[in-house]
């Protein structure tokens, strides 16, 4: 019996895949003036359709021309039917991709829309893998019915004798301009009733009998139908291309919105007619009309979008179609034959089994790609060059050489390879462009074509990896220490801090063994916004300020720049063990918790706008194991050769265990691309190392950095600005469309390039700081799960009406939250860090406090009275939580300070009697609210709460004082 080895290198039949432009909606009621629904933007769209038509016919593929015929017969609601469309946009929403992700685009913010679903029961159609397919934003509610003035365009949902294109009328036909370009002998023509091409019809089943799994679609409405039909179209694992100069639109929200979600959540990449008529070999014809006015009035929309890698999204939308349509064919079938590699052009966005596996799940099928299990490639404009495939030639045979190379692993087993199409990554213009801290998700299957089996050569220091095997971990070699990763220019470093070291506070404690547990406590996390929502993973930004309270900046795609806070001790440490290994200073960190295996980083490329030439990008790690995944960026790919359909990307894995440090050369970081998938794996199955500290991952991105801020965020100067010094340094820029699609096309530009000319595009600055408006710049105040102290320093922030913005701890392993300190950070040219309840009272009743004019006799005393009090608050704070962490009933401490507290305020409320008063004061330190009472009412109230031995009787100053503070504050109810 032969091996499996021998029958897997056998040859197989080899199949040519190919393209299709799909022409949606060019009929008389949208495209005539007079029509019932026009569509005029953006200006000659049409004509640029009618030039691209001849060219792609005769190079590339298919025409399909897609029509509506309204059929008065069908439901009412049933237009929708499983249908997605996008009808307004809704600016309230938070819309959103790390340290790259959020709205960047403030000319026109793509605001989460409104996709209106029907959903039919009864007819409902699979989901699919769109299934993982979401936007990472808070749950919404239900979907409301549609505004009239959002129904504008549901042409399918109107009353009959309203509606556009009725069944068996003018407006239902081909518009005249566009009826003499259709070729009934060779075309597909379908007409359909609901707004995707693909719902009810056998367009599907034609598609795949004719072997095109790629589509390039032109026509209107960009919103309507093109989103309906690209939404299905990726659904069932067909590669979208938009011709965004050819895709017609009458809302320029509406159409920016459906854009952002096909490139975003179905992998779409956006080109123009131009630049695909001259790969296909043709000549753009009538160039002026190209570029008219109205034309350029768009191109700041399409532009914003070109090149964009925006970040899959994560919550689940979905999909469900019942339609009913007629599909004419006029064309006979063409018997074709080619390669196994598939596609030449653009990611398989969904391909091959309907639901998407993880890269971690087991039993992938054999012809499963790895690149399927790393999500979708990033969506954005093709601006290199385009692999169109011409059409075969039936007199050639195939080649029986190798098409290609594979990986070997693991010796010199030889694997089956189908090679990915290449593509551009972009960056997330939402946010995440660059995913220093990026990204989501979206699952990929590939083509059910049968494989051919490739030689693969000897690898020299690193492994080639085809993009078919079985796994994405099992395909690409595992390198450590001493291994030269990248280009030569990174490597990885394990026991970063040496075992010489201790923990600082002198104890024996090793420090590599407390590092995490100090780096955990010590650093302000919080969360992160991008393009598609909160990112997966908390933040904290920390660095050098200057002498004059200048801060290095690091700039991404973000909506805004995090504030950064200075050093902390532990990131110190760790700071000064980089610069000895990298022999360089670093003035800038990213640091980021990963709280579990399914927090993780999309593949990106940093950006070095703002990063000192020569010097080099250090990630150190504590915590849970995790793997980085580095691959070569798609425009690294070479050109095929004419009997070739593909190439091979490079893909590397290096394990990133507690204490090291991996450091990424510039050369690495512009022909690479980096991150870390989802470990989606039960912990049962992961090794000890990666279940390690409850699977968190803490992780420092340290940067030298050469662009910086004034105190106040108001100027802007350095390596990446447009001015260079200080003296010169100009105002930042937030808000300026213009200005932010220049920054975001720069960052594409190196987000795709792997000969990155830095001079060209970054040299002349960008003074772009927020992508939308600035934040208003206010103290910030860190939170920790002390209930008593959050409450001590809420409270007398609330008294002195003081507008502050509160960063919330991660509700996390219990275990690791005992040691975090709450922390003021003022908004002062040094934005000086205040930590501990009772310190930040006094800091704030000294510089915030509003000066009153007293009695100097008076003042100083009820000064000396309330210091006195905050700390005595400040000692039986301390005592009650020593006692409750201890699980004691009693403490002697404890209860000897109640009992001395009590007799202070007895005595006070004698001398407040004999005075002549009524009562005693309600203060417990004068006659005003002061530090000592926000210091102490909470304490107290605990305590009466929670202690079994509390006795009103036994305490009757300290009860009365909590009742008639509590009562006066509104902090207790009148019964209590």
């Given at each position: 019996m032969s091996s499996l080895l021998d029958l897997l290198t056998q040859k197989q039949p080899q199949f040519q895949t190919r393209q299709a432009l799909v022409l949606v909606g060019l009929q008389h009621d949208f495209i005539a003036p007079s029509g019932k629904l026009p569509v005029d933007k953006p200006?000659?769209?049409?004509?640029?359709?009618?030039?691209?038509?001849?060219?792609?016919?005769?190079?590339?593929?298919?025409?399909?021309?897609?029509?509506?015929?309204?059929?008065?017969?069908?439901?009412?609601?049933?237009?929708?039917?499983?249908?997605?469309?996008?009808?307004?946009?809704?600016?309230?929403?938070?819309?959103?991709?790390?340290?790259e992700d959020d709205d960047p685009s403030a000319s026109a913010p793509l605001a989460a829309a409104s996709p209106l679903k029907s959903t039919s029961s009864a007819n409902s159609r699979p989901l699919g893998a769109l299934n993982r397919i979401s936007v990472r934003r808070p749950t919404e509610p239900r979907a409301r019915p549609p505004s009239r003035e959002q129904q504008d365009e549901l042409f399918l949902s109107g009353r009959s004798d309203e509606s556009p294109c009725l069944q068996g009328t003018r407006g239902a036909e081909f518009a005249d301009e566009i009826s003499s370009t259709i070729d009934t002998s060779a075309d597909i023509i379908v007409t359909k009733s609901r707004y995707s091409a693909f719902n009810g019809s056998t367009l599907l089943q034609t598609l795949r009998a004719k072997l095109i799994t790629e589509l390039y679609i032109c026509g209107c409405i960009s919103n309507i139908s093109v989103y309906a039909t690209a939404l299905d179209a990726a659904r069932h694992g067909l590669t979208i291309y938009l011709v965004d100069d050819c895709i017609g639109y009458r809302h320029v929200e509406r159409h920016q919105e459906a854009l952002k979600q096909m490139t975003e959540l179905m992998g779409?990449?956006?080109?123009?007619?131009?630049?695909?008529?001259?790969?296909?070999?043709?000549q753009a014809e009538q160039e002026d009309e190209m570029t008219t006015d109205s034309t350029k009035e768009d191109a700041g929309l399409d532009d914003m979008l070109?090149?964009?890698?925006?970040?899959?999204?994560?919550?689940?939308?979905?999909?469900?179609?019942?339609?009913?349509?007629?599909?004419?064919?006029?064309?006979?079938?063409?018997?074709?034959?080619?390669?196994?590699?598939?596609?030449?052009?653009?990611?398989?966005?969904?391909?091959?089994?309907?639901?998407?596996?993880?890269?971690?799940?087991?039993?992938?099928?054999?012809?499963?790609?790895?690149e399927a299990d790393q999500g979708p490639p990033r969506s954005g404009s093709v601006k290199s060059k385009i692999r169109m495939r011409k059409r075969p030639d039936s007199k050639k045979t195939p080649s029986s050489s190798s098409r290609g190379q594979a990986a070997q692993v693991s010796g010199s087993v030889k694997t089956s390879s189908t090679p990915s199409n290449p593509d551009s990554p972009t960056p997330d213009v939402q946010g995440q462009l660059l995913r220093d801290s990026s990204d989501s998700k979206v699952s990929s299957t590939i083509s059910s074509a049968p494989l051919t089996v490739m030689?693969?050569?000897?690898?020299?220091?690193?492994?080639?990896?085809?993009?078919?095997?079985?796994?994405?971990?099992?395909?690409?070699?595992?390198?450590?220490?001493?291994?030269?990763?990248?280009?030569?220019?990174?490597?990885?470093?394990?026991?970063?801090?040496?075992?010489?070291?201790?923990?600082?506070?002198?104890?024996?404690?090793?420090?590599?063994?407390?590092?995490?547990?100090?780096?955990?406590?010590?650093?302000?996390?919080?969360k992160m916004f991008h393009a598609a929502g909160e990112v997966p993973r908390l933040v904290a930004v920390q660095g050098l300020l200057g002498k004059d309270g200048s801060t290095p900046v690091y700039r991404h795609p973000s909506d805004q720049s995090l504030p950064m806070l200075r050093f902390s001790p532990a990131v110190q440490i760790v700071r000064d063990q980089v610069q000895t290994l990298v022999r360089?200073?670093?003035?800038?960190?990213?640091?980021?918790?990963?709280?579990?295996?399914?927090?993780?980083?999309?593949?990106?490329?940093?950006?070095?706008?703002?990063?000192?030439?020569?010097?080099?990008?250090?990630?150190?790690?504590?915590?849970?194991?995790?793997?980085?995944r580095l691959r070569t960026k798609r425009s690294a790919l070479p050109e095929p050769s004419p009997d070739q359909t593909g190439s091979i990307r490079n893909t590397e894995r290096v394990h990133l265990?507690?204490?090291?440090?991996?450091?990424?050369?510039?050369?690495?970081?512009?022909?690479?691309?980096?991150?870390?998938?989802?470990?989606?794996?039960?912990?049962?199955?992961?090794s000890d190392a990666e279940n390690a500290f409850s699977g968190m991952r803490i992780s420092l991105t340290f940067r030298q950095i050469g662009t910086f801020l004034s105190p106040d965020g108001s100027k802007i100067w350095g390596q990446g600005a447009t001015s260079k010094s200080a003296a010169s340094a100009?105002?930042?820029?937030?808000?300026?469309?213009?200005?932010?699609?220049?920054?975001?096309?720069?960052?594409s530009k190196e987000n795709q390039a792997t000969e990155f000319d830095w001079k060209a595009t970054y040299g002349a600055g960008f003074d772009v700081l927020h992508f939308r408006e600035g934040p208003k710049d206010l103290p910030v105040l860190y939170m920790n799960h002390d209930t008593v102290g959050r409450k001590v320093v809420e409270i007398y922030l609330n008294e002195l009406a003081t507008e502050h913005r509160i960063v919330e701890p991660p509700a996390l392993d219990e275990a690791h939250e005992r040691d975090r300190i709450i922390c003021f950070r003022d908004n002062d040219a040094k934005h000086t860090e205040v930590t501990s309840p009772a310190i930040i009272l006094a800091y704030l009743d000294k510089y915030y406090k509003p000066r009153v004019e007293y009695d100097a006799?008076?003042?100083?005393?009820?000064?000396?009275?309330?210091?006195?009090?905050?700390?005595?608050?400040?000692?039986?704070?301390?005592?009650?939580?020593?006692?409750?962490?201890?699980?004691?009933?009693?403490?002697?401490?404890?209860?000897?300070?109640?009992?001395?507290?009590?007799?202070?305020?007895?005595?006070?409320?004698?001398?407040?009697?004999?005075?002549?008063?009524?009562?005693?004061?309600?203060?417990?330190?004068?006659?005003?609210?002061?530090?000592?009472?926000?210091?102490?009412?909470?304490?107290?109230?605990?305590?009466?709460?929670t202690w079994p031995l509390w006795v009103a009787r036994k305490y009757p100053c300290l009860d009365r004082f909590w009742v008639s503070l509590g009562r006066k504050k509104g902090w207790l109810k009148k019964e209590e």
């Open positions: 200006a000659g769209f049409v004509d640029r359709i009618k030039t691209l038509i001849p060219v792609f016919r005769q190079s590339a593929g298919e025409i399909l021309w897609i029509r509506t015929a309204f059929d008065p017969a069908r439901p009412v609601n049933a237009a929708l039917s499983g249908d997605n469309v996008i009808t307004h946009v809704d600016d309230s929403a938070e819309s959103s991709s790390d340290d779409a990449q956006t080109v123009t007619s131009k630049d695909l008529i001259q790969q296909l070999g043709g070109k090149g964009l890698d925006i970040r899959e999204s994560k919550r689940n939308r979905q999909v469900q179609s019942n339609a009913k349509g007629t599909l004419s064919r006029h064309a006979s079938t063409e018997e074709t034959r080619a390669r196994a590699q598939g596609s030449n052009i653009g990611p398989h966005f969904l391909n091959g089994s309907p639901v998407a596996r993880d890269r971690n799940e087991p039993a992938l099928p054999a012809n499963r790609s790895p030689d693969a050569p000897k690898p020299k220091s690193t492994t080639k990896t085809g993009e078919n095997m079985p796994t994405a971990t099992a395909a690409s070699p595992l390198l450590g220490p001493g291994d030269p990763i990248g280009e030569g220019d990174s490597r990885i470093v394990h026991q970063l801090i040496p075992p010489t070291l201790y923990h600082p506070r002198g104890s024996k404690l090793l420090l590599r063994d407390q590092i995490f547990h100090l780096l955990y406590n010590e650093v302000k996390w919080q360089h200073p670093v003035n800038h960190v990213l640091i980021q918790l990963y709280r579990s295996g399914q927090d993780y980083i999309s593949e990106h490329s940093d950006k070095t706008l703002d990063i000192v030439h020569g010097s080099s990008i250090v990630n150190v790690s504590f915590g849970a194991q995790r793997t980085m265990p507690h204490n090291s440090m991996f450091v990424v050369g510039q050369e690495t970081n512009m022909r690479w691309l980096h991150g870390i998938n989802p470990d989606k794996r039960p912990a049962s199955v992961r100009k105002d930042t820029i937030n808000n300026n469309a213009k200005e932010t699609e220049n920054i975001i096309r720069a960052f006799v008076d003042e100083r005393e009820a000064t000396a009275a309330a210091y006195h009090m905050l700390f005595n608050a400040e000692v039986l704070t301390r005592q009650w939580s020593a006692r409750s962490g201890s699980g004691a009933s009693t403490s002697e401490a404890f209860i000897s300070t109640l009992e001395e507290l009590e007799e202070v305020l007895s005595t006070s409320d004698a001398h407040c009697l004999a005075d002549g008063k009524k009562e005693p004061r309600t203060f417990i330190a004068g006659e005003s609210f002061s530090v000592a009472d926000a210091a102490m009412w909470p304490v107290l109230d605990e305590i009466v709460r």
